[in-house]
């Protein structure tokens, strides 16, 4: 696994229903790993889809040829464009 840590020093606490954690413990046994493995192979997997998921937008033809067709277009920027071109951009985490 990419960015594995031999020995992992953070940790995630959950409490969880008695009957979630059969199940939990009974996938794990089934994919022959421990319940630590099971649960971080299992949450890693759905943050880095969320994650992709967000970073990512999909066009369909109309809006793909658009966006092409926006790009090829040699016009100078009008004012709206400059305004918006020279606004300060703040990113928080």
Request: hydrophobic content about 40%.
């Amino acid at each position: 696994m990419a960015g594995y840590e031999k020995s992992p020093r953070e940790r995630i606490e959950i409490r969880i229903a008695k009957f979630h954690k059969d199940e939990v413990e009974e996938a794990a046994s089934i994919q022959g790993i421990s319940v630590s493995a099971f649960v971080t192979s299992t949450i890693l997997e759905a943050a880095r889809k969320i994650r992709r998921d967000y970073h990512t937008t999909v066009l369909d033809r109309e809006e793909s040829e658009a966006f092409v067709r926006m790009l090829e277009d040699k016009s100078p920027p009008n004012a709206e464009l400059r305004k918006l071109m020279s606004m300060k951009v703040i990113v928080r985490k």
